[in-house]
């Protein structure tokens, strides 16, 4: 779960995964989605790349933000 400032509900959840064997070019790099859509995936958005970037995949799902009524 990834929690921003001192809140204590989580903002979003998500996952990583290390395999033996290479991924497909399209499970590569940690995802980033919300409502079911992946938005961007890869490691460049991030910022780091790990030491064997072809083994390691993974999803963080936000969920939409509220819109605020006005």
Do not use: F, Q, Y
């Not at 990834?2 to 290390?18: D, H, N, T, Y």
């Not at 497909?24 to 790099?29: Q, V």
């Amino acid at each position: 779960m990834i929690r921003v400032g001192r809140k204590r509900k989580p903002s979003a959840v998500g996952w990583l995964e290390r395999v033996d064997r290479p991924l497909d070019e399209e499970a590569r790099g940690v995802a980033i989605g919300t409502l079911g859509k992946v938005i961007k995936r890869g490691w460049d958005w991030l910022g780091l790349t790990p030491a064997a970037p072809e083994h390691v995949g993974g999803l963080i799902e936000a969920p939409a933000s509220p819109r605020r009524s006005r």
